[in-house]
């Protein structure tokens, strides 16, 4: 089991920047695929980017390509999201979540654990 606590939310100005960690407890961070999802109000949880066990791959929606970087540092226990060039629309709580398998590594469905979220809010 793992326990995810994320950080770094908050409000910015449109064409800002953010950085989310999420930090992870246990002895086995490294055996995860990571992901970071955001639920906006009335929208269901929505998939941002993954990172594979050593960071070897990424993923990322269409609306994050380009302007966020999903890192992971497993020596630390944590998996960062690097959000640039913020736009009104990026606005939601951000979660991150645990998976041990690339099955559904881009649906909500496919992660076993999650962290409380962090609210990212970013003004026009």
Not at 56 to 83: C, E, H, P, W
Request: aromatic share 12%; proline share 2%.
């Amino acid at each position: 089991q793992v326990q995810l606590v994320e950080s770094g939310g908050g409000l910015v100005q449109a064409g800002g920047s953010l950085r989310l960690s999420c930090a992870a407890s246990g002895r086995t961070f490294g055996s995860y695929v990571m992901g970071w999802f955001r639920q906006a109000p009335g929208k269901e949880r929505a998939f941002v980017a993954a990172i594979t066990w050593n960071g070897g791959g990424t993923y990322y929606a269409d609306s994050a390509k380009g302007r966020f970087t999903i890192s992971r540092d497993n020596a630390k226990n944590t998996v960062y999201l690097q959000m640039n060039s913020l736009k009104p629309e990026d606005t939601a709580v951000y979660y991150c979540g645990a998976t041990r398998t690339m099955l559904r590594v881009t649906s909500a469905l496919g992660y076993d654990y999650w962290g409380q979220g962090t609210q990212v809010t970013v003004s026009s």
